[in-house]
């Protein structure tokens, strides 16, 4: 029999958008205490990924992307430093902080 894998890693607790926003750590804690209250994560098989590399990213998105994501990272952590609250909109639905590079 097959398993499924759960795949999550620290890193993605990180990636808060703030306060309101269902971006945020307490959606992953929540989830993860609904795969255990159910018995569910007994059955699956929980794992925790490296960072993946930009040959990897580009799998799913194009290198302008990619650079664009990579650029408002650098300006984010110089601006504010990573361990800062600081947020930069890519848009008016997505937005990043110093630490959702590496989630």
Request: aromatic share 4%; net charge negative.
């Amino acid at each position: 029999m097959t398993t499924t894998a759960y795949f999550t890693h620290p890193d993605c607790l990180a990636h808060d958008m703030g306060p309101g926003h269902p971006e945020c750590p307490e959606r992953l804690d929540a989830i993860k205490d609904r795969l255990h209250a159910s018995g569910l994560m007994d059955a699956l098989d929980s794992r925790e990924p490296p960072l993946a590399t930009m040959e990897q990213m580009a799998l799913a998105h194009t290198h302008a992307h990619l650079e664009n994501l990579l650029l408002h990272h650098t300006r984010l952590v110089a601006a504010a430093g990573k361990d800062r609250v600081a947020l930069s909109y890519l848009d008016p639905d997505t937005a990043m902080n110093p630490r959702t590079w590496d989630a």
